[in-house]
């Protein structure tokens, strides 16, 4: 029985080629899309998970009264791990880190000269109990005691190796900064799903004292606090009693309202309030938006597999007709119609497996991730590719299958079944009017995705982007006369370089994802008014050359240390003030020091669009200068850069050059949007193809339908565009229907997206005008190819074949 079943699913299959491929295309794109993503969202789910304790570790994190509501930081004060054990003996163990990004690590050598590595992942100083608490294999050493004396270093297999040409690194000597560690053990290296990708940890004992002099006024965010329950229920229980341990060392005034709250690791990645130090976060709407996308994509394919093998069904009566005058039953047609999908969803899903490894060499590189694909030990993936195999099948044979064996066989063997007779019509014309919602609202997705990166492109930030080369600067903030003018030093040769335009020293650009930010008292008011603003430390050349618009008072002179400050139109406005100018002169607290407002700049971004602009407050000081900013001219721009590289190195011999445009380093805010955007007019045009495929097999179906009918109307003197017009009517009627449906949901969904922007764009009519249009223009299209063939066929062919 199952031979001769499956002989006549072969015979049947190679008989129908044209539908059997346009069926194997669709199901193999919509399964490829939808594994590409399972294997997406699998990999941003796991984050952290592979940690034993995972159910019972905890991230301390911050949060207070900004200016703009509640403000959220996942730093906490460097002195708050011991005061946290002091206080919390049911934490089994506490453990800090103090993060540094994109750091330089030289390996003395005999010959005198170091060897240099730039380090993107950067350096992480951490306390031994960093590994009581997360799960990281030691391959070589003892991680107990690696990191619990000045000057030690723990690094990764792949470091050691790169370093060292060898695994076993213990004992060796590198160099960060101006101090030398030694090695007293390699880890495995971190995994691409972890927040916490560490592969070269100091000790923190070496710089403990200079953290902790600042007490509990200094929170950055790169310094975070980890903890160990001895029970996972002990949490409420710790979080009943912050309001005690926040008044104990913070005070009872506590102005910004500042307290402590712990989050579970096990949901760091999902919670963008906070930063990771992966610097990566996915709200878990997210999450459910990739869900949403393959699980429509896997209905679309279903839909073309339903409506042509319903539509094709009439092709097959006389057939029915023949097998149950033999005897077949019902159950026994619907096994044969059933096993002819299962072949098709399995050859399909073999042929996606394969266009999936394909892509992934791809996407992996795009997306910047490790996905894989591992049959021999992955239950997950081959549940996958069971559970998808079997749905898809059900899905998209079960119906036509009980079409098919459902056609009596007299009406059958007389070929009587035709389109509309027949009871898949009515479902054929519904799943064409689901199947352009979906791809409807994955147009609109698309139109609004890609103007709002567009908008957040070209908006205009309030300082001047082109032209502007950033320049890292060693050593900064490190006390002594000797580095505190080398900065100042270099900044002077490079002005002097022909091509440079403008240089100029600070903290960081006007628009980073590095942030500093403290309290202002304001002139008259006391402490429990005080009020958050962002500092950015800037020497006297800085407004001209980043064209920040002075609009009352004077700028900064070039001087070293604090002698005044110019502040932002934001920072006027929370100080109670209507007019800039009022503000001049009046002198406000920060950091200890009381000096007045020397003038008032125009509202500028500081960090991305996501966020409103926030008070800042612009100050002298050589210690807080990090970067190195000059404009230079662009018709000869390499030169220069040259000449500047030469200064740099001989002011710096011991580090790495680098340097990055402003405007690249700005786009970098929205990477995850762009990449987001990019995926999903990738997943849209692939939705739309989908349609496409089973729109052409529909109207191909039609047109044989209606050859004679097209014939008869041509004799009689119908044109060809009225012949068009029979073809067509039926989907634009359909696609209207789909629009209807479609917009009110991807308005309300892409309205909901743009929450997360300060700056936004706004929906307008426009983006369902265009999305309608492309819609009904690829529709038109795809029918229209061939409803011409057979509208300009001679009707004698016609009518003949007849």
Same mark, same amino acid.
């Given at each position: ?55 019972? +570790? ?21 002195? @708050? ?221 279903? +839909?073309?597999? +339903? ?88 899905? %998209? ?58 908008? *957040? ?23 002594? %006369? ?24 600070? %903290?960081?650009?006007?628009? %980073? ?42 700028? *900064? ?51 991305? @669009? ?123 009627? *359909? ?13 309300? *969904? ?53």
């Amino acid at each position: 029985m199952f031979r001769n079943y499956l002989i006549t699913a072969l015979r049947t299959l190679t008989r129908q080629r044209s539908t059997t491929l346009l069926n194997i295309a669709g199901l193999t794109l919509g399964i490829t899309c939808s594994l590409i993503l399972f294997l997406l969202v699998r990999h941003i789910s796991s984050f952290d998970k592979f940690h034993s304790k995972i159910d019972r +570790i905890y991230r301390v994190v911050t949060e207070s009264e900004g200016s703009n509501g509640r403000f959220y930081t996942s730093g906490i004060p460097s002195v @708050l791990p011991d005061a946290f054990r002091n206080d919390f003996p049911e934490a089994e163990q506490v453990t800090f880190v103090s993060y540094r990004s994109g750091v330089m690590i030289s390996i003395p050598q005999r010959s005198g000269e170091s060897r240099k590595f730039n380090e993107d992942r950067g350096v992480t100083f951490a306390e031994p109990t960093f590994f009581d608490v997360f799960d990281r294999k030691i391959l070589v050493g003892n991680a107990s005691k690696g990191l619990d004396e000045p000057n030690e270093a723990i690094i990764s297999k792949s470091l050691a190796q790169k370093y060292f040409g060898r695994e076993d690194a213990v004992g060796e000597i590198l160099k960060y900064d101006t101090l030398e560690y030694k090695v007293t053990a390699v880890m495995e290296d971190a995994p691409s799903n972890t927040d916490l990708p560490f592969n070269l940890m100091l000790s923190y004992v070496t710089i403990k004292a200079n953290q902790e002099k600042n007490g509990w006024n200094s929170i950055w965010s790169d310094e975070q606090c980890y903890i160990l329950l001895q029970d996972k229920e002990q949490a409420s229980s710790i979080m009943s009693r912050m309001p005690a341990f926040v008044e104990k060392y913070l005070g009872k005034e506590n102005y910004s309202k500042q307290t402590f709250n712990l989050q579970p690791v096990s949901q760091m990645h999902f919670d963008d309030r906070y930063s990771t130090l992966s610097y990566n976060t996915v709200p878990k709407e997210m999450l459910l938006a990739l869900s949403i996308v393959a699980l429509f994509l896997l209905v679309t394919a279903c +839909i073309n597999f +339903i409506n042509l093998s319903t539509a094709e069904a009439i092709k097959r009566s006389k057939e029915v007709g023949i097998r149950k005058s033999l005897g077949s039953t019902r159950g026994q047609l619907v096994t044969q119609f059933l096993g002819e999908t299962t072949l098709i969803t399995a050859f399909s899903m073999i042929v996606s497996l394969s266009l999936a490894q394909l892509a992934l060499s791809f996407i992996n590189v795009f997306l910047e991730t490790n996905l894989t694909m591992d049959f021999s030990s992955d239950v997950s993936l081959w549940a996958f590719i069971i559970v998808v195999t079997v749905v898809v099948s059900l899905l %998209s044979g079960l119906y036509p299958s009980f079409v098919v064996s459902g056609f009596r066989p007299a009406v059958a063997l007389k070929n009587l079944v035709n389109s509309r007779s027949s009871s898949g019509y009515n479902l054929r014309r519904g799943l064409v009017v689901l199947q352009f919602v979906i791809s409807q609202f994955f147009i609109f997705g698309t139109i609004v995705l890609i103007s709002q990166m567009k908008y *957040l492109q070209t908006k205009e930030l309030g300082f001047r982007q082109d032209a502007i080369i950033i320049l890292p600067v060693p050593e900064s903030g490190a006390k002594g %006369s000797s580095i505190n003018t080398k900065s100042k030093t270099l900044r002077n040769e490079i002005s002097r370089i022909n091509g440079v335009q403008g240089v100029s020293l600070s %903290s960081t650009p006007p628009s %980073s994802g590095s942030v500093s930010g403290t309290g202002f008292i304001f002139e008259g008011e006391d402490a429990s008014a005080r009020k958050n603003t962002q500092v950015k430390q800037v020497d006297g050349s800085y407004i001209d050359l980043y064209n920040l618009q002075l609009i009352a008072g004077t700028g *900064l002179e070039d001087r070293d240390t604090i002698s005044g400050f110019v502040v932002n139109e934001q920072l006027v406005k929370v100080s109670g003030l209507e007019n800039p100018a009022d503000i001049v002169g009046k002198k406000i607290t920060v950091w200890g020091r009381t000096l007045p407002v020397l003038g008032v700049v125009k509202n500028f971004h500081t960090v991305s @669009l996501e966020t409103e602009i926030q008070p800042t407050l612009l100050m002298n000081r050589v210690n807080g200068y990090e970067t190195l900013s000059l404009v230079v001219n662009p018709s000869d721009y390499q030169a220069t850069i040259e000449k500047v590289k030469s200064k740099w190195e001989e002011m710096y011999p011991d580090h790495i050059f680098s340097y990055e445009f402003l405007d690249e380093h700005i786009r970098e805010f929205y990477e995850g949007e762009q990449r987001m955007s990019v995926l999903f007019t990738v997943f849209t045009s692939i939705a739309i193809f989908i349609g496409c495929l089973g729109l052409f097999g529909l109207a191909t179906f039609m047109v044989n339908q209606k050859t004679k009918e097209v014939g008869v109307r041509k004799v009689l003197g119908a044109s060809v565009e009225s012949i068009l017009v029979l073809f067509s009517k039926e989907y634009v009627k *359909l696609i209207t229907i789909a629009f209807v449906i479609a917009s009110p949901f991807g308005w309300y *969904l892409m309205n909901r997206w743009l929450e997360q922007f300060a700056y936004k764009i706004t929906i307008g009519p426009s983006t369902f005008v265009i999305g309608f249009a492309v819609t009904l223009a690829i529709a038109i299209f795809t029918v229209g190819y061939r409803s011409m063939k057979a509208a300009i066929a001679n009707p004698v062919k016609s009518l003949k074949c007849e």
